[in-house]
Nanobody, 115 residues
């Protein structure tokens, strides 16, 4: 049974930092590309950051220089370090693992940036 479990969300003031974690089980983790998506209220889900099995990363423009995605294959974990948070970063953040044709999602973790 495949499971992706996110943690680390919460309420943070503008300019603050959070580190999201996603623990995976039931998959050959090192072979999967991993991503963080987010969905704000009333908006479509968008890709935030992606890391391939070869550790190549990419980011959506709005988070470049502020967010960092990383993975630990030994622990089957993927992380999203989020710095200089802005109110517009408020959303539910989802972890995704994909290896064609499979794609798995976590349940999401809420991030709220507000003073």
């Amino acid at each position: 049974q495949v499971q992706l479990v996110e943690s680390g969300g919460g309420l943070v003031q503008p300019g603050g930092s959070l580190r999201l974690s996603c623990a995976a089980s039931g998959i050959r983790f090192s072979r999967y590309a991993l991503s963080w998506y987010r969905q704000a209220a009333g908006e479509q889900r968008e890709l935030v950051a992606d890391i391939t099995s070869g550790d190549i990363t990419k980011y959506t423009e709005s988070v470049k220089g502020r967010f960092t995605i990383s993975r630990d294959n030994a622990k089957k974990m993927v992380y999203l370090q989020m710095n200089s948070l802005k109110p517009e970063d408020t959303a539910v953040y989802y972890c995704n693992a994909r290896l064609s044709p499979w794609s798995y999602w976590g349940q999401g973790t809420q991030v709220t940036v507000s003073s």
